[in-house]
């Protein structure tokens, strides 16, 4: 059973205190930040006087968001420390608010600056040299011209956002509120909580009745739920596609791309070049259903591991810090010495699960905060990987944060994932490297073809599921529960191949996906797996600029685009080759992995 917060020792919570170390600041924030957003339309009907005027808003307005992502990340992370929280459910309720509110009250900003034309802009910046700082700011809003409505209209969708957002908080509470498991058989034969922090732990115990209950436990929750769920989804899927209409985008994907500057080739290639190498999943499904001395893996099946671990032991958090630490050494001593001091001494991490608390991990934090973890710590090596890709995000806000303003002082998830995911990489090789005996290797080998299983071909499916049910919603198809399974059910069969038995609750899992409420999202980690694993190969290789490279590349924020920041670090996302070759060292390792299980 998940333990109480109060039951947890303050040295594994985070310091979200530091932000608001007196509440009453907080909702004076709150109140300065729509008053700045009242002043702020000062400004409307005059961006156009003067390149100084320009600067000055530009300036202000970062200023507003500046102080309101301050006040939405308190109380965000607030909430997710313990979601049946009344008083947090409600200041995160309250930031929504501010946001829709400042969103409306500044929405002229945008319609006034693509009006102007590249000559008025040219002429400010002679005018005014400062505003080469907006440099990228300016070119962002003139690409996005044509996708820019009225100020009315802005106005007008702004109010409307929170609305339009509120089917991500919908999941949200159902998912991390209200949606109980119940208890499992656990291993010892004894009654056990099922949660989300801990269902993956049990579908890698070596007892199949025990995967088999947590399986059926988990997804008899969710199907329960199933019309409901596909009710928020499919109108999470037609507000993306009825706002990708009004904004005259061709189609949903074209405009979560437009952000990014990424071109739909790119979201297309992933999912090709994933599609095309496909047999060599169901090639390493098939060792691990003959090791397993199975006719057919069932899913509950797929996640244990088919080489038992040289070290059973729980591993305290401490521990895992230590072996961080050694794993990234090759990034050198500034940036392990600052990784290890925000786990263990600055209270970056919040790291063991408790009631209420929401399920998964993430990093997240605002410009002036320190870049916080959420995990759900559970001592195993996957736990250790998740501390290790969760400070690759807080690293990379980190430097970035010292070296942007705070225009360019966030990062694109494109970029993010490529930032986490090298981490990964690097404490993989380091296992694979210590490794004493073939048994150790093939243990990490298996670890690390998960890792490729469940990020590079696992999001691609979902990306896949994600262009089919929103191409459908633009057609006027109705996205109900059985067209949803049915596509879903079809794209797992798919993936997994004829060595992987299929069942109806399999077919419900699109409704216990997170991020498909954030639409377009997970094919990035897809891609940032990819470019990881190239970066990870440079740095190791040793070649005299590599980690320097990187290093910049971790400074640059949003200065530029995604693809052309990557460029930095060495690898180039608008060709095929970073997800072709990391098909091709997964094959390479999967045929590895085969022969050390046949030993």
Not at 113 to 130: D, G, L, N, Y
Not at 224 to 242: E, F, G, M, R, W
Not at 271 to 288: F, M, R
Request: hydrophobic content about 40%; aromatic content about 12%.
């Amino acid at each position: 059973m998940a333990i109480k917060r109060t039951e947890i020792a303050d040295k594994y919570k985070w310091d979200i205190a530091s932000m608001y170390p007196d509440e009453a600041e907080w909702d004076k924030d709150y109140g300065r930040a729509l008053a700045d957003a009242d002043a702020f339309a000062d400004y409307a009907g005059r961006l156009g006087e003067s390149g100084g005027l320009l600067l000055r808003a530009l300036r202000d307005r970062d200023e507003i968001w500046r102080l309101a992502e301050r006040v939405y990340v308190y109380a965000r992370q607030r909430r997710d420390e313990d979601n049946t929280d009344a008083k947090y459910q409600a200041m995160a309720d309250r930031v929504h608010t501010l946001m829709a509110q400042i969103a409306a009250r500044t929405a002229f900003f945008e319609p006034e600056m693509t009006a102007m034309t590249e000559e008025v802009i040219a002429a400010f910046r002679v005018s005014c040299p400062e505003l080469a700082g907006y440099d990228f700011v300016i070119r962002q809003f003139m690409r996005q011209k044509p996708h820019i409505l009225s100020q009315k209209e802005e106005e007008l969708l702004a109010k409307l956002s929170e609305v339009l957002g509120a089917t991500n908080d919908i999941f949200a509470m159902i998912n991390d509120a209200d949606m109980k498991f119940g208890e499992i058989m656990g291993e010892d034969g004894g009654q056990a909580e099922l949660t989300h922090g801990n269902y993956i732990k049990f579908m890698e115990l070596k007892n199949r009745d025990v995967r088999r209950g947590a399986y059926e436990a988990l997804y008899s929750a969710f199907q329960k739920q199933k019309n409901t769920l596909a009710a928020a989804y499919s109108a999470n899927t037609k507000t993306d596609a009825i706002a990708a209409g009004i904004r005259h985008y061709p189609s949903s994907l074209a405009a979560a791309l437009s952000g990014d500057n990424v071109n739909e080739g790119v979201y297309v290639n992933l999912i090709e070049t994933v599609g095309k190498n496909l047999p060599a999943l169901h090639g390493y499904l098939d060792v691990k259903r003959r090791a397993l001395g199975l006719g057919k893996l069932a899913m509950y099946d797929v996640y244990v591991p088919i080489v038992c671990p040289p070290d059973e032991r729980d591993i305290p958090f401490e521990d895992a810090v230590r072996m961080m630490k050694t794993a990234l050494a090759p990034l050198g001593d500034d940036y392990v010495s600052v990784a290890v001091r925000g786990a263990l001494g600055e209270g970056w991490v919040d790291v063991y699960e408790n009631e209420g608390k929401s399920s998964g991990a993430y990093s997240f934090g605002c410009y002036d905060s320190k870049p916080f973890i959420l995990m759900n710590y559970h001592g195993k090596l996957k736990d250790i990987f998740t501390l290790v890709h969760e400070m690759g995000h807080s690293m990379h806000s980190y430097y970035t944060r010292r070296a942007q303003p705070f225009a360019y002082g966030s990062h694109s998830i494109f970029t993010a994932e490529v930032a986490s995911t090298v981490n990964e990489n690097l404490l993989v090789r380091h296992l694979l490297a210590a490794a004493k005996t073939d048994a150790e290797r093939a243990y990490y080998l298996n670890f690390y073809l998960e890792e490729f299983r469940t990020t590079l071909f696992r999001q691609t499916m979902f990306a896949e599921f994600e262009k089919l049910t929103h191409e459908a919603a633009e057609r006027g198809e109705a996205l109900t529960n059985e067209y949803l399974s049915e596509l879903y059910g079809g794209l797992n069969e798919k993936y997994h191949g004829p060595s992987v038995a299929q069942d109806d609750f399999i077919r419900s899992e699109w409704s216990r996906i997170p991020h498909f409420y954030r639409a377009f999202y997970v094919y990035k980690y897809a891609t940032g797996f990819s470019a990881a694993a190239a970066i990870a190969e440079r740095i190791l290789a040793g070649g005299p600029d590599a980690v320097a490279d990187y290093m910049r590349f971790l400074t640059t924020g949003d200065s530029d685009d995604p693809i052309e920041l990557l460029k930095i670090a060495g690898v180039d996302m608008g060709r095929p080759e970073p997800v072709a070759d990391a098909m091709k060292a997964f094959a390479a390792l999967s045929e590895d992995f085969g022969a050390l299980a046949g030993k």
